[in-house]
Every structure is written in C-alpha cells, then in structure tokens.
C-alpha cells in the first residue's frame, strides 16, 4: 500500500484515539456509515478510501477535510534529510552505480526477504 495511504489511516485512528471519549473503531465506523472491517484496513494503511468514504469520516470526526490531510505529507525536506545519510555514504566510499545496486539488493534482503 502507499505511504500516504498509511499516514492517512495513521492520522484517522490519531483523530479517533485522541477524542476525549477516545471511540472504538465500531463508533467511528458507525457514525460514518462503513463496515467496521473496511475503517480497520483503512487504519492500517492497507486499503485506500475514496474522497467520499474519507469525506463521511472527516465528518464523523467532527473536522474539515483539510484537517484529516494535516500532517501527512513528507516534506522534500524531510526526504532529503532520510537519504543525505545514504548519499554521504556512497560518495564517502566512492560507491559505483554496480556498488550502490549491490548494496540495494542487500538492503532488500534484510527488509523484505528477497533479492527481488
């Protein structure tokens, strides 16, 4: 699933944990009229909601579309700052482009279990 739709679900349970009556996902998802299954994936940034469905919990929530979005960006900033670690590394060592692929695939392994 996408970044932005993990920090979108991140910032829906956020907004739903952070009330001072602190609802279930069963309240938010009743008051927004979806299935308490689908809010739960949503939550977990495995499944993207459409405007409409993000649109009824926004409003369930009691704030603006706008508000639900806040803070979900990555800046290009902060981007920049994640890889210049890495850049700094590679130019350092002097790293080749075969280098930096080899490095990757080691990368792969570690985080997802493959090469591929």
């Given amino acids: 699933m996408s970044e932005l739709g993990k920090r979108i679900g991140q910032r829906i349970r956020e907004l739903r944990t952070q009330r001072p009556e602190r609802w279930t996902q069963e309240e938010l998802a009743e008051r927004a009229q979806i299935s308490v299954s689908f809010l739960s994936m949503i939550e977990r940034g495995e499944r993207v909601a459409h405007v409409e469905t993000l649109a009824a919990l926004a409003s369930a929530l009691g704030v603006s579309l706008g508000e639900l979005f806040a803070g ?21 060592r002097g790293l080749t482009a075969r280098d930096v692929d080899r490095l990757l695939g080691v990368a792969r392994v570690m985080f997802n279990g493959s090469a591929a």
């Fill in 72 to 92: 979900t960006e990555q800046s290009l900033a902060q981007t920049e700052d994640l890889l210049r670690p890495l850049s700094d590394f590679a130019r350092a």
